[in-house]
């Protein structure tokens, strides 16, 4: 699949652009769904969205610059250029967070109990994002042996161009980002599980305490997963993704176990 789709006035139009585009309306129609099940106002999911959606841009463009900061440390003002790409999806969904937070704190609402509506949203978007990224071929497992028998085991096949050095030969791949989709929907199920059950037999858990759970889940799967991508970087001991899952589950349960045992906390 091509980069670049086409273009619009002279401006490329980026395949992993609409892919992003893609995850964010499947998101937004489920928390406005979600929204409308719990009778609360779709008007403040909208003023979400519009505090969110431009500090999901921010911090998206400024996670992948920080990432990749070598390539503009001589030519700062390219930081500027989004036009020519470049966009950290889980950097936009931390600014998308941020704004949440911090629109509950200005107009005085549960942040916690914003979040558990929206953790269904946010991942059902990984979820397309990832199988965006399975078609797009941007990332890929580990390489099968050349003498795959034809057993209809599930793999993904790489074009020429995509593979990377040294793997030139190597057809197919573990279809990771594939896994990657299918388990972060298992996780949408659990939580929506949870959320069902709690609702009409337990009334035990406290506000926030899904947003947790769907969050650790997540980041238990990226984290598991990242074991199993082809590494652009062999010498690396811990990439950084695999090191922000990990804190990022670890800060979840902190938080789930905080929030289960007391009645007082922050953006209560």
Same mark, same amino acid.
């Given at each position: 699949?091509?980069?670049?789709?086409?273009?619009?006035?002279?401006?490329?139009?980026?395949?992993?652009?609409?892919?992003?585009?893609?995850?964010?309306?499947?998101?937004?129609?489920?928390?406005?769904?979600?929204?409308?099940?719990?009778?609360?106002?779709?008007?403040?999911?909208?003023?979400?969205?519009?505090?969110?959606?431009?500090?999901?841009?921010?911090?998206?463009?400024?996670?992948?610059?920080?990432?990749?900061?070598?390539?503009?440390?001589?030519?700062?003002?390219?930081?500027?250029?989004?036009?020519?790409?470049?966009?950290?999806?889980?950097?936009?969904?931390?600014?998308?967070?941020?704004?949440?937070?911090?629109?509950?704190?200005?107009?005085?609402?549960?942040?916690?109990?914003?979040?558990?509506? &929206?953790?269904?949203?946010? @991942? +059902? *978007?990984? =979820?397309?994002?990832?199988? $965006?990224? /399975?078609?797009?071929? #941007?990332?890929? !497992?580990?390489?099968?042996?050349?003498?795959?028998?034809?057993?209809?085991?599930?793999?993904?096949?790489?074009?020429?161009?995509?593979?990377?050095?040294?793997?030139?030969?190597?057809?197919?791949?573990?279809?990771?980002?594939?896994?990657?989709?299918?388990?972060? &929907?298992?996780?949408?199920? @659990? +939580? *929506?599980? =949870?959320?069902?059950?709690? $609702?009409? /037999?337990?009334?035990? #858990?406290?506000? !926030?305490?899904?947003?947790?759970?769907?969050?650790?889940?997540?980041?238990?799967?990226?984290?598991?997963?990242?074991?199993?991508?082809?590494?652009?970087?062999?010498?690396?001991?811990?990439?950084?993704?695999?090191?922000?899952?990990?804190?990022?589950?670890?800060?979840?349960?902190?938080?789930?176990? +905080?929030?289960?045992?007391?009645?007082?906390?922050?953006?209560?």
């Amino acid at each position: 699949m091509g980069l670049i789709v086409g273009t619009v006035f002279g401006l490329p139009i980026y395949t992993y652009g609409l892919v992003v585009l893609a995850a964010v309306l499947v998101g937004a129609a489920v928390a406005w769904m979600n929204v409308r099940l719990h009778g609360e106002r779709t008007g403040t999911l909208l003023d979400l969205l519009l505090l969110g959606l431009p500090a999901a841009l921010v911090c998206g463009r400024l996670g992948f610059v920080l990432h990749h900061f070598a390539d503009y440390a001589s030519h700062l003002l390219t930081v500027l250029c989004i036009w020519q790409g470049g966009l950290s999806f889980y950097g936009g969904m931390l600014g998308f967070l941020l704004a949440v937070v911090a629109y509950s704190l200005v107009q005085g609402v549960s942040a916690w109990h914003w979040l558990d509506l &929206l953790v269904p949203a946010f @991942l +059902v *978007a990984v =979820a397309v994002h990832e199988l $965006g990224i /399975f078609g797009m071929q #941007l990332t890929m !497992g580990s390489p099968f042996p050349p003498d795959l028998p034809n057993d209809h085991t599930l793999a993904e096949y790489v074009e020429y161009r995509y593979r990377p050095m040294g793997f030139q030969d190597m057809l197919y791949f573990f279809p990771i980002a594939l896994y990657q989709a299918g388990l972060q &929907l298992a996780v949408f199920v @659990l +939580v *929506a599980l =949870a959320a069902f059950v709690d $609702g009409r /037999f337990l009334h035990r #858990l406290r506000p !926030g305490c899904l947003f947790l759970l769907g969050l650790g889940l997540a980041a238990a799967v990226r984290l598991g997963c990242g074991f199993f991508y082809l590494s652009s970087d062999p010498g690396s001991v811990l990439p950084l993704g695999r090191l922000l899952s990990g804190g990022t589950l670890l800060a979840a349960i902190a938080l789930f176990v +905080v929030r289960s045992r007391t009645r007082q906390s922050l953006f209560s």
